[in-house]
């Protein structure tokens, strides 16, 4: 039997099963998610933009965590699905080198109707930004992959898409739309290709705002885990609470009843 009103697992990947983008696994996570997936179905939901989907799901199947690409969603991923229907598939995309099989639907043209912010912008110059900004400011449709403040890079803090966004904000006056965790863009899209209300979804993770506390705020359950880059402190940092907290995913299927 498992818990009541849950019906969709979803699991962050870096801090909360890996330690780090392609890291190794965190102690337990691989048999847990393992359980899980007898009793519920499962989706791995991260904001990382720097390695494509197919590389991504590659690793995470070779260390046990998944079968089946269906179950690796990516802001990219979300992207492929809501921007086209929107008639947004056209446009300025400025992404990561290394990441640009992941938008092969998304036809770049300067007179495009969307601008899409797939890099936290590292390898760009301020000039290389100049086509976004004026297309935006001439009224395309702005979309960010991620809105992250800032994240964890060989050892570093650095620098994420959210303040790349913030700029280009600034400039043309125009706000981004998020397409990677919290918005509801990425978890209605997961909520109905998976079949179930976003009310029915758990979203557990080791980023007490953004995987936690937004998802509770908007009417999923959100659970904690102090795995990754979770601090004592972050349990009661932001509002809404976390609906758990967990020392790690391995004691998530006895929570879960799985
Ligand atoms: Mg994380």
């Keep these: 039997m498992s818990r009541p009103g849950i019906r969709l697992v979803c699991l962050d990947i870096d801090g909360t099963l890996t330690d780090g983008v392609l890291g190794p696994p965190i102690p337990g996570t691989v048999e847990a998610v393992r359980r899980i997936r007898k009793g519920l179905p499962v989706r791995l939901v991260t904001n990382t933009t720097s390695v494509p989907h197919p590389a991504l799901w590659e690793d995470l199947k070779r260390k046990g965590f998944t079968e089946d690409p269906q179950e690796l969603v990516t802001p990219a991923t979300v992207a492929s699905r809501v921007l086209p229907g929107r008639g947004h598939a056209r446009g300025i ?12 639907w998304f036809r770049e043209d300067p007179k495009g109707t969307a601008v899409l912010l797939a890099t936290e912008g590292h390898s760009l110059g301020i000039a290389d930004l100049q086509p976004a900004f004026r297309r935006l400011f001439d009224g395309a449709a702005f979309y960010a992959l991620q809105r992250n403040r800032y994240f964890r890079k060989r050892g570093e803090l650095v620098t994420d898409l959210g303040p ?10 125009r706000e981004a739309e998020n ?5 509801t863009l990425l978890f209605d899209s997961v909520a109905e290709d998976a079949g179930v209300r976003r009310s029915e979804i758990v979203m557990v993770g080791d980023d007490a705002e953004f995987d936690v506390s937004a998802s509770v705020a908007l009417g999923m359950t959100g659970i904690l885990v102090r795995t990754g880059k979770f601090r004592p402190e972050d349990a009661a940092r932001f509002t809404p609470r976390p609906s758990a907290v967990l020392d790690s ?7 879960l009843g799985t």
Excluded: H, I, N
């Design 179 to 183: 397409l990677g965790k919290p918005s």
């Design 249 to 255: 995913v391995a004691d998530l299927p006895g929570w």
């Design 93 to 104: 995309l400025l992404a990561e080198p290394g990441a640009r099989e992941d938008f092969g």
């Design 164 to 173: 790349v966004a913030a700029f280009l904000t600034y400039a043309s006056g």
